[in-house]
């Protein structure tokens, strides 16, 4: 069982969100029984206590979250609500077929109208700052380039010019105006459609708290789950925690393979970056970015490949989100004043903000996609992964970027320190590396 860190660093969307929540428990003590156990009360948590909502009876229902952060604590992503609304076209064509990849960007795409209509139901639209837009991929090479309108180019060769995503998508080939609408130095060109953006951790806080005052759902934070056991011949399923054990009669959990990246908040001035949007160099270097409202105004930015693809090891089958990646945040620093046209001042490194300034990383009621039903070959294959495939081809991919110029500017390349640690770090992964985390698989039981 992979179990949260007792410290993880600092994250601007928990910290500057001062729930309420954060450190809650509902009751002294864990509940002896529950109709249903969560295993971790975020986005999809949440949502699975908002549709009970529906169920008549409604069931007991206990969330049980390993962090004192409380319900959201794994919403230390980014905050973008950009569906894929082209750029994964070709790789889903071929795995799926063109009619089950369209299906997949349909069912990205509906996410929106239905975040929009959540927000409106329940009033909470403003508190977890919900806008839409436009988004923008910016191609800053001709490589980006190629491939961005490439996967545009054969979804309207699939699906033809009447289709509604295709219509969705427009291009900005002149780079000039594509510079213009992204604000993104050297950009060459750029694939604009909709999207939006939230505050993931008021969300799950605000679902919860509306779900909390039907008075059916018990919050246990900070305590770790450790054990879950097969279904007893009376039907009970025991999860034990580290503070007591729970009877459910379905527990829904996930299977997790742990993955590290960082994001940044810095300091910027009101309304200065107009959409949300993405640098592309290759199919692996990328930034992406967005910016949070008045009174908070914090650009949220993450990515920074140029910056990790040195540094595989840091980032690849990683849970430890107590320790931020050595460097990156001076690398976020440096982004406004390198990458940003306009940016106000002269500063080659802009302030990040002193809550949660820099950290590491760890749907709606919608009809799912054929990929995504769960069947006894997707479970079978997923607790089956090879684990070392998934290092190998990332750590490929992240060689064949750190050469090229990119990836070898002066905030890019390695300060000589780190590189001799890397070294180091890649000298141990060539013998075997560090001890993976142990995953346990747990499938749905109910």
Not at 134 to 160: N, P, Q
Not at 347 to 361: F, I, K, N, V
Request: one cysteine or more.
């Amino acid at each position: 069982m992979v179990l949260p860190r007792a410290n993880p660093t600092k994250s601007y969307w928990i910290e500057a969100a001062d729930s309420p929540l954060r450190h809650l428990r509902s009751t002294e003590k864990l509940p002896e029984t529950a109709d249903v156990v969560i295993i971790g009360g975020g986005y999809s948590g949440g949502h699975h206590s908002l549709l009970a909502r529906q169920v008549h009876p409604q069931p007991w229902k206990a969330a049980i979250h390993g962090h004192s952060r409380g319900p959201g604590h794994l919403w230390r992503r980014h905050g973008s609500q950009r569906p894929h609304a082209y750029s994964r076209y070709p790789i889903w064509a071929e795995r799926f077929g063109a009619a089950t990849a369209m299906d997949l960007i349909r069912h990205e795409m509906a996410h929106l109208p239905a975040f929009e209509q959540l927000a409106a139901d329940e009033g909470i639209a403003e508190e977890i700052c919900l806008r839409f837009g436009e988004t923008f991929d910016a191609a800053m090479t001709e490589e980006a380039w190629t491939r961005l309108k490439g996967a545009l180019d054969a979804m309207r060769r699939d699906h033809g010019d009447d289709n509604e995503v295709v219509q969705a998508c427009r291009v900005i080939a002149d780079a000039a105006e594509a510079q213009d609408f992204s604000q993104m130095k050297g950009a060459l060109a750029a694939i604009v459609h909709p999207a939006g953006q939230v505050w993931p951790y008021k969300f799950v806080h605000a679902i919860l708290r509306i779900v909390l005052a039907r008075g059916n759902l018990n919050v246990q934070a900070d305590t770790p789950v450790v054990q879950v056991a097969e279904r007893d011949a009376d039907g009970w399923i025991q999860v034990r925690t580290e503070r007591g054990d729970v009877r459910a009669r379905a527990v829904f959990a996930k299977l997790v393979l742990p993955e590290k990246s960082t994001l940044a908040a810095v300091r910027a001035p009101a309304g200065f970056i107009k959409h949300t949007g993405a640098q592309h160099w290759d199919a692996t270097v990328n930034n992406y970015h967005l910016q949070l409202p008045a009174p908070y105004n914090a650009v949220i930015l993450g990515g920074g490949r140029q910056y990790l693809v040195h540094r595989p090891s840091d980032c690849v089958l990683r849970d430890d989100d107590d320790q931020l990646i050595p460097g990156a945040d001076e690398f976020f620093g440096s982004w406004p004043s390198s990458d940003v046209l306009g940016w106000p001042g002269s500063a080659t490194q802009a302030p990040l903000e002193s809550q949660g300034g820099c950290w590491p990383s760890g749907v709606a009621q919608l009809p799912l996609p054929k990929p995504f039903v769960a069947t006894q070959e997707r479970i079978d294959r997923l607790q089956s992964t090879d684990v070392e495939g998934i290092r190998t081809r990332f750590t490929s991919s992240c060689q064949q970027s750190s050469v090229k110029p990119f990836c070898n500017d002066d905030r890019s390349r390695p300060s000589r320190k780190q590189s001799s640690a890397m070294t180091s770090c890649n000298e141990s992964w060539a013998k075997g590396g560090p001890t993976v985390p142990h995953v346990e698989s747990i499938s749905l039981r109910v």
